[in-house]
């Protein structure tokens, strides 16, 4: 199961995804940055910001549930990476990357919007990442109904 932690740089992206791990051991962080050092492409052009999806993707396959800390800032990169859960970090208006600001869509249909980021989002996160779990269970043993969106 994928959930994109998604927002501007600073937004508090990789704290919210960190601290969440610290509470349940279980998911799975990948924060983009990392990814992009592992590859070592720096690249933000859509060219790059699309082959940055598609890693996203590749590191999000298989069981367990993943935590993808991703600026993502078009809702067609959204689209396309498809997360069962978005949780929006809109907890900046500006961040240090005028370029990604301007380029940076609203999420057409978040799950969660943060605003103001205190202990009780981590749990409202946690919550919503257990129903979607529980929905997505769901689905896979045959039930159509979604808990979630």
């Not at 600073?10 to 799975?28: A, M, N, P, R, Y």
């Not at 940055?52 to 959204?78: N, V």
């Amino acid at each position: 199961m994928r959930v994109l932690v998604c927002g501007l740089s600073g937004s508090g992206k990789t704290v919210l995804c960190t601290s969440l791990v610290e509470k349940d051991s279980s998911l799975t962080h990948i924060n983009a940055d990392e990814v992009r050092g592992r590859h070592d492409d720096w690249d933000f052009s859509l060219e790059g910001r699309k082959r940055q999806l598609d890693r996203m993707i590749s590191e999000s396959k298989g069981d367990g549930i993943y935590l993808l800390d991703f600026i993502c800032p078009t809702q067609e990169l959204r689209d396309a990476l498809d997360a069962d859960v978005v949780i929006w970090m809109d907890t900046v208006r500006h961040s240090q990357y005028p370029d990604t600001d301007k380029l940076f869509e609203k999420p057409d249909d978040p799950d969660l919007i943060i605003n103001c980021f205190w202990e009780d989002s981590v749990m409202k996160s946690r919550k919503l990442i257990e129903v979607a779990e529980q929905s997505c269970d769901k689905r896979r043993d045959g039930e159509t109904s979604r808990a979630v969106g």
